[in-house]
């Protein structure tokens, strides 16, 4: 039987949106902001954003549901579902939703004292990838400036 064929690799890259930033704690103390739950609900999503999580189960097949209250009001429903867990170096999340689904790959690795974070969004077409791209960039950087705040200010 023949191996599936993968994309080019120019087709993913243009479903994909992703950082990189580099953080001050080691790689243990930035794994520990996405493992529990009480931290990751402090400092998820973009500036402004409160987080109210409904079901957190940290394990491969796991689901993770959260409710972003946006500063306006407005409340958006997160389902997400665990699918690697390596620690303190990845995570895989699936975003399952109708409308508005990718999987999310987190890299830890260490730098120096500190931690490098990757972080990258893929979508399932292109077109989903572009229509949401200008508006994710800003809301990952946002999250991850919200994250920095969370590490100098937390005590573990």
Not at 95 to 121: K, P, Q
């Amino acid at each position: 039987m023949a191996e599936p064929k993968k994309p080019p690799a120019d087709l993913v890259a243009d479903r994909v949106v992703a950082t990189a930033r580099v953080f001050t704690a080691p790689c243990q103390e930035v794994f520990a902001t996405f493992s529990d739950p009480a931290r990751l609900a402090q400092w998820w999503g973009p500036r402004g954003f409160r987080n109210s999580i409904g079901e957190f189960d940290f394990r491969p097949g796991g689901t993770w549901r959260l409710t972003m209250a946006a500063p306006d009001g407005n409340r958006y429903p997160n389902h997400w579902i665990f699918r690697e867990i390596v620690a303190p170096a990845r995570l895989v999340l699936e975003h399952v939703d109708a409308i508005h689904s990718f999987e999310r790959e987190i890299r830890l690795a260490a730098h120096g004292a500190g931690t490098r974070l990757n972080w990258r969004m893929t979508f399932a077409t292109v077109a989903e990838c572009t229509r949401v791209r200008a508006l994710v960039t800003v809301a990952n950087e946002e999250s991850l400036d919200r994250l920095d705040h969370h590490l100098s200010t937390h005590q573990s």
